[in-house]
């Protein structure tokens, strides 16, 4: 048998031309199966964010938030409840404290989903149902412990927890343990004396 008179194409073998086109086929396939998938997967909507539930001021409440949400923005943005504040964002000011389960929190560094089936009660949950303010926020205007008022909703959620705590023996340990919540218009002698005042009161 005579063989070929035309030179084989250089670079090019049979085997290669062979492996190339197996190549090809491959990536071809899989590419469809990508798009296949693509087109049968549901779009994301609102819906596929999750939820949480926990109680806010007594009340049962279930919101859908991102799972980068925090809880003072959850709060604020997602619920409307604004008398918790954004100072620093970064835990330092005490602006949005908030009690979990009785205990004081940073809201601005807890995750909203983190609270799942706690117990958050912020300032304006603590005057009763007939509007009769928390003796706290009383005792915060007789002794005048607030000047601009952006951190009192703070102060005066962190004050109520000093006393739970049982940190509130003196005027330094007040100090002490109030030392996270910043007043910048400097009421600090005036915030003591208002949690002293209610400190005796619970005593007497």
Known sequence: MAKSSTPPRPGLSRRSFLGSSGLAAASAGLAGQANAQTQ?????????????????????????????????????????????????NHGQCGACTVLMNGRRINS?????????????????????????????QAAFAEKDAFQCGYCTPGQILSAIACIDEGHAGSAAEIREYMSGNLCRCGAYPNIVAAIEAVRDGLEG
């Open 108 to 136: 601005c560094l807890t995750l909203a989903l983190t609270v799942e089936g706690a117990e958050i009660t912020t300032v304006e949950g603590l005057a009763d149902p007939e509007g009769n303010l928390h003796p706290m």
């Open 40 to 88: 049968d997967a549901p779009a994301v909507g609102p819906d596929a964010q999750p939820k949480v539930s926990f109680t806010l001021n007594g009340k049962k409440r279930t919101i859908t938030v991102e799972p980068r949400t925090s809880l003072v923005e959850a709060l604020r943005d997602t619920i409307g409840m604004t008398g918790t504040k954004i100072g620093c």
